[in-house]
C-alpha cells in the first residue's frame, strides 16, 4: 500500500464489517482475525479494540461463540457467523461498495493535480 | 506463543476483575472479558498493557457493552440496606430486651427489616456472584471462606455486644 498511514476513524467505521467478513470466511479466532485483517492492509488491530466489536457482533446475533480447549495450550474462544450474520455481511458489504465508489466519484484521481 | 495446558490468572487478569467489579459488570461477563484477554495474550505473547490497554482503561472501554446503573438505582439500594440494617438491628434489640420499639413488637420491626433488605441483598449477591473462568469451570478469583462469615458475624456481633452491655449496665 502506498500509504500505510489511514485515518484511524476509517478503520473505526470499517472494523464490524471486516471483523464479520474475516469471521464468516471460515470458524476462527480472535487472534486470527487480528492477522487476517492485518494480512488485507488493514493494519495491527490491537487486541483491546477487537474484542468488544467482536462481543458486539455476538450481543447483536451476528456471531456465535464457543470456547474450545487448545491442542497443548489454553483454550482459545471460536467464533462463528450465524446466518442473520452473513445476510447482514452481504447487504452491508453491497452498501459499503456503492458508498465507496460514489464518494471516491467526487474525489481527485491520485494522478490529478487538481 | 504460551503452551501451558493449564490456564492461569496473571496480575493484569486479577486487576482486570477487580475494575470490571467496580464498572459493575455482570460475573459471567467478566470471566469471559478476562479469558479473552488472557487467551489472546498467550497466542501473541504481547504483553496485555500493550494489546488492551492498562486493567482500568480496558474496563472503562467497555461501558457502551456494560452501562453502569442510574445514580437512582444505587441511591435508592443504599437507601434500602440502610434502613434494613437499622430496623434489623432495632429489633432484634427489641426481642433480646423483651421491650417493644415505637409501640411495636421487635418481630415486627425485624420482619420489616428483613424484607426491606431482600432488593439490596439480592443486588450485592448479583454483583459479588464469583467469577469463574470459561476455559475452565474454576473460580478466577478465590474468595476466602472466612469472608462470607465475616460478612454476616459483624452485624450480629455489634448487636449481641450492645445487648449484653444494656444487661450489664442493668
Redo the contacts between chains.
Keep these: 500500500m502506498a500509504d500505510d498511514e489511514l485515518p484511524t476513524e476509517w478503520l473505526r467505521a470499517v472494523l464490524p464489517l471486516a471483523v464479520l467478513s474475516a469471521v464468516a470466511e471460515e470458524e476462527t479466532y480472535g487472534y486470527a482475525v487480528a492477522q487476517r485483517l492485518q494480512a488485507a492492509g488493514l493494519g495491527a488491530v490491537r487486541g483491546g479494540t477487537l474484542y468488544p466489536v467482536l462481543n458486539r457482533l455476538e450481543a447483536d446475533g451476528l456471531l456465535t461463540s464457543s470456547w474450545r480447549e487448545g491442542v497443548g495450550g489454553p483454550g482459545r474462544k471460536f467464533f462463528a457467523a450465524t446466518d442473520a450474520g452473513r445476510d447482514h455481511l452481504h447487504r452491508r458489504a453491497a452498501a459499503w461498495h456503492t458508498f465507496t465508489e460514489r464518494a471516491a466519484g467526487l474525489f481527485p484521481s491520485p494522478r490529478s493535480t487538481r | ?7 492461569t490468572v496473571t496480575e493484569y487478569g486479577q486487576s482486570l476483575v477487580l475494575h470490571l467489579r467496580l464498572q459493575e459488570v455482570p460475573p459471567d461477563r467478566i470471566g ?2 478476562v ?10 505473547g ?1 504483553d496485555p498493557v ?4 492498562t486493567p482500568r ?2 474496563a472503562a ?2 461501558t ?2 456494560h452501562r453502569k446503573p442510574p445514580w437512582w438505582w444505587t441511591t435508592t439500594t443504599l437507601v434500602l440496606a440502610a434502613a434494613a440494617g437499622w430496623l434489623i438491628g432495632q429489633g432484634a434489640f427489641a426481642v433480646l430486651l423483651d421491650e417493644p420499639y415505637l409501640g411495636r413488637s421487635g418481630w415486627l420491626w425485624l420482619a420489616t427489616g428483613l424484607v426491606l433488605g431482600i432488593p439490596p441483598a439480592y443486588m450485592v449477591s448479583r454483583r459479588a456472584g464469583e467469577v469463574r473462568d ?3 469451570g474454576r473460580p478466577l478469583v478465590r474468595t476466602p471462606r472466612w469472608a462470607t462469615l465475616v460478612f454476616y458475624a459483624i452485624p450480629l456481633l455489634i448487636v449481641l455486644v450492645g445487648w449484653a452491655a444494656i444487661e450489664l449496665v442493668t
Design positions: 506463543m504460551s503452551t501451558d495446558p493449564t490456564p469471559e472479558i479469558a479473552e484477554v488472557e487467551s489472546h495474550v498467550a497466542d501473541t504481547e500493550e494489546a488492551f490497554g482503561e480496558y472501554s467497555l457502551d457493552e470459561p476455559r475452565t
